[in-house]
């Protein structure tokens, strides 16, 4: 099995919310056509947007609501881009969990939520490479 | 905000099982020393495996356990790559939650967890192009 993540799919309770929160991002979206799941291109990702009902059902899970054990990260290049994503952020209504601040392991990062909870940590490690296509290299 | 996702953190009872699962896979872990993460090199991101207490406190999140609304995916280039993934999932261990078989939506996908219950969906989507090195691309 090759290291790899080719989707990340987001239970969501209004897909059409979860849409406009992302695409007031800069991120885009195609699909959701009478509840299918957004495709958004992250990268050499896509991230989907689907209800949460049908994802539960798809993941052959029991969804009692709540965290589930998964956090996502987006990682950048500058503490000041961290900065600048969070203001962006909440200048859409995401919730502010963590205000940007230096780590205990060197980097700065900040922590939000989206509409429906799901955690983004804002992060810059200065230990890892960015390459120009935004992939992230352990080094 | 560039659409990319540079790192999926799940949380995990036991950083060490969990290492020796994905290593199983043949993936590849650098870290964990000390209940720090373990990281893993996953085409243009990040997988990181952490305590799943560890994460929830960082997170800003009150954790009840079970699933939270997110499933990962990876996908392959033919239906008998499904096959044999899923058979390599089950050789380690994986409780498979659904048998390889044709979708609705014109693919072929199966359905597995590892040791903590995340779900990973192994798919053939004959609609999206998977480049040489790994990367998705919606078509």
Same mark, same amino acid.
């Given at each position: ?7 990340v799919t987001l239970g969501v309770?209004?897909i059409?919310?979860s849409?406009?929160?992302y ?14 799941p957004v495709?958004i ?6 991230l989907a947007l689907w209800?949460r009902?049908?994802l ?14 998964i956090?996502l ?6 503490? /000041?881009?961290?900065? @600048? ?9 995401? *919730? $502010?969990?963590?205000? &940007? +601040?230096?780590?205990?392991? /060197?980097?700065?990062? @900040?922590?939000?939520?989206d509409p429906d909870g799901h955690?983004? *940590? $804002?992060?810059?490690? &200065? +230990? ?12």
């Amino acid at each position: 099995m090759e290291p790899r993540i080719s989707l990340v799919t987001l239970g969501v309770d209004d897909i059409e919310r979860s849409r406009r929160f992302y695409e007031a991002l800069g991120w885009s979206g195609t699909g959701g056509e009478g509840g299918s799941p957004v495709f958004i291109q992250a990268g050499g990702l896509i991230l989907a947007l689907w209800g949460r009902v049908d994802l539960a059902q798809d993941s052959a899970v029991s969804d009692n609501g709540g965290w589930g054990g998964i956090t996502l990260a987006h990682n950048v290049r500058s503490p /000041g881009e961290v900065d @600048a994503i969070t203001e962006e952020a909440r200048s859409i209504g995401a *919730e $502010i969990l963590r205000e &940007p +601040a230096a780590t205990f392991w /060197g980097g700065y990062n @900040a922590l939000w939520a989206d509409p429906d909870g799901h955690r983004w *940590e $804002i992060a810059h490690n &200065p +230990a890892w490479e960015i390459r120009s296509d935004g992939s992230i290299v352990l080094t």
